[in-house]
């Protein structure tokens, strides 16, 4: 496990660095090496974990601690995303996605911290503050609108009330304009220095040469300060406590009289005791996650709410942890009766304990995860460790999950009541607890806009005619900035000509197997874990059953689900939480709604993912009588899973695969004769070969011997549709689709080229850096559809008509081969991202993409000219070249309800 950069580390010469305190530790599960180093001039802390991994990772974090809500470590993390003294141009970052081929590059704010990859930071210009301070006011504001985060927010401040986390640490929008430009200098001079910086790499890259540069390019240029950012414990309370807030009205409640929310809520220990910090976590999933969990039992299956109350269960971000649960979706007056509910639980968890099965499976579950490679391995762990090493405590500790699960089912050994009693000290016993009760305002959004408006009036009416005058001026030195061609050539950049021009080949092995059943096998190192899947074709199922087929498979997999009540606590979970996600997915939403009338998979789609879908399980859960939506259930299941519709795949170890081949096999024939209505059913269809094959020496049978696809006769006719969901939002999230087409079209490369010019040269500044939308750009589906989309937007109309400016502006062909060079790079990124072993061969079994394909499409895009890009939007984009949809989720707009050619919903 070694690694040739940590060998390297140990005999390098550290003495322009000052002296590194340097530990090595062995974390076997997880197959890293782990290199801690202090920095004793500087003082700060950086941690490597080497894993032969080529996906490698880079962060920073610091420790922040506002003491108001004005959003000051929020507004810094995008103020670094500005621009930096090495690199004086405008959205470093952004401009980077363009040129290298990183997967993931980002910047955000935590309860106390801030995570980046940035090393350096010196603010350019005041005009940036100013277009920060308005991207973060619209941010926040729209967080004002989410009744989830209201909850949460609320949730953190009441129970942590003595320091930082009584703050609104992103910002709130009445106070984000008390931020003044020395306060922002002074915090980011205390805060974001590497006296207060955590270092973190991940991968197999070479450590000491990047040892050097952050010394050189960092910290170097820094003198040793005390930032005096520790977070002080929380002083525990001699009794519990209750608050009630309010909220906006929830127009996708399924009852509008049960819109309350109200949790219970205990202080814990702090996260840095890891054991102490894991046992807490086991304990919260066996008391919260799953139909057999005690707090499901009392709370869900009570049928009082729709779900469990936001932050449900364990909390490790802030110092001290906090546990919560609680119901949403009640009746005010049902707040005590939660409350109860919980005491009766916990008081039964006490006596009783858990069933030694729930344990063991829980267990079995962490050590599956231990064994299970993603992709991001290195991502989640900087995301895992953030917390406890932003307050001081052993990151690696916290990473020997072996250790950790020894040790506790040593303490159940030895103490059978070991969870009893932890039940029991801090729950039943715990003074510091929290009853927070939400209930909606049907004034609130109007109470909020009012005080508003009177702060700005305030603000306005403190104003000289000078002060007028000069924030008119910087306005306008804003745009000019804003318009003005950025010269990027500071940044570093790779070459298109560094691109690996071949793909490796994937292996695959097709069989029949029961029945004829096609599987494909993929040998991988896949750590001794089996992942199976199976695809069943929709084109035998009635048309007036596909609405079901989401609330068919959510359910299809707890235990029960054909009893009549246990099925309505899932629909109404399912419909709230559908209704929660819309404002975190807007875009989404938009995007989907907009392609549905392109093609029969964005018709199928929105029917699946869409409003639709959000709107058909809010009925659901509105009706008293539920039957006929459960008798609809077997009429699913008798086509999915009929083996005459399915084909499987596999991924294993090389040395798994006899025996899994047997078990499948069995799995397969089990669904084949089970019952009479397993019988083949294809009504309505016709039966077509679909091409087939892998790269290299791999054995697979021709696809019309084995990969049978059911396809329905191509009667869809793409048409036009405007549609304007309204929302109690006060952003909004715009998406347009254009049809154009699929994969395996040469033109596709072009497009999926020139959608990525248009987001980084044109979109982000008209969308983003001029409009004030929190993100917006251009994308390109396998399928063909061309989306822009835009969120978090306080625009509409303009929105689209940058849209058209956009594809204006692709027609004029003002780009560059730099520019060309740098959108290939983007893409690339994505095309070459890793790949887990468990998903190697999926674009072969999901959409029938062969390496031959992906290959031909990988040249494609190489060869890419400015000629190809400059005739794309005359031949697809242009107005009547090709059907278009558009949707918007948002606030009412008074020019959209005068325009009769939009749908208002």
Known sequence: IRHVALRRAEGAECSEAAERRVRLTLVPELFLTRMKLSHDDRGARYLHLAREDTNNLFSVQFRTTPMDSTGVPHILEHTILCGSQKYPCRDPFFKMLNRSLSTFMNAFTGKTSILNGNRVWVCQHVCIILHVYILIYLFIS????????????????????????????????????????????????????????????YGNFPLEQHLKQIHEEALSKFQKIEPSTTVPAQTPWDKPREFQITCGPDSFATDPSKQTTASVSFLLPDITDTFEAFTLSLLSSLLTSGPNSPFYKALIESGLGTDFSPDVGYNGYTREAYFSVGLQGIAEKDIETVGSLVDRTIDEVVEKGFEDDRIEALLHKIEIQMKHQSTSFGLMLTSYIASCWNHDGDPVELLKLGNQLAKFRQCLQENPKFLQE???????????????????????????????????????????????????????????????????????????????PTIPVTELDVVLTAGEIPVQFCAQPTNGVVYFRAFSS?????????????????????????????????????????????????????????GRTLTPAGDLQETFSGMDQVRLMKRIAEMTDIKPILRKLPRIKKHLLNGDNMRCSVNATPQQMSQTEKVVEDFLRSIGRSKK???????????????????????????????????????????????????????????????????????????????RLMTAKFLHTEIREKGGAYGGGAKLSHSGVFTLYSYRDPNTIETLQSFGKAVDWAKSGKFTQQDIDEAKLSVFSTVDAPVAPSDKGMDHFLYGLSDEMKQAHREQLFTVILADLACLPLRYLGTGKSTHGLAILGPENPKIAKDPSWIIR
């Open 422 to 500: 932890k039940v029991k000290q801090y729950f039943k016993n715990n003074q510091h607890k929290l009853t927070l009760s939400m209930r909606p305002d049907d004034k609130y959004h109007e109470k909020q806009a009012q005080v508003e408006a009177t702060k700005l009036k305030q603000k306005v009416e403190a104003l000289s005619p000078g002060d007028r005058q000069q924030i008119y001026e910087k306005g306008l030195e804003l745009r000019t900035q804003q318009s003005k061609p950025q010269d990027a050539s500071c940044l570093p950049a790779l070459k298109v000509s560094d691109i690996e």
């Open 677 to 755: 209505e397993r019988r083949p059913v294809r009504p309505h269809t016709v039966e077509k070969p679909v091409p087939s094959s892998s790269g290299g020496d791999a054995h697979v049978l021709h696809s019309s011997q084995i990969i049978r696809k059911l396809v329905m006769e191509p009667t869809f006719k793409p048409w036009q549709m405007k549609t304007h969901f309204l929302m109690p939002f006060p952003v909004n999230y715009v998406g347009e689709c254009i049809r154009t087409v699929p994969y395996t079209d040469p033109d596709h490369a072009s497009l999926k080229i020139l959608a």
């Open 142 to 201: 729209r967080f004002k609108t989410d009744n989830e985060r209201i909850f949460s927010q609320h949730l953190q401040n009441r129970l942590l009330p003595d320091h930082m986390y009584s703050v609104v640490s992103g910002g709130d929008p009445l106070c984000i304009p008390e931020l003044t430009w020395e306060q922002l200098k002074q915090f980011h001079a205390t805060h974001d220095h590497p006296s207060n910086a955590r270092f973190f790499t």
């Open 538 to 594: 929709l084109n035998t199922l009635p048309e007036e059953l596909r609405p079901y087929v989401p609330l068919f498979c959510s359910v299809l997999t707890n235990p029960c689900f054909e009893e009549e009540e246990h099925f309505k606590v899932l629909v109404k979970m399912t419909a709230q939480e559908l209704a929660n996600g819309i404002p975190d997915s807007g875009h989404l939403y938009a995007s989907i709604r907009a």
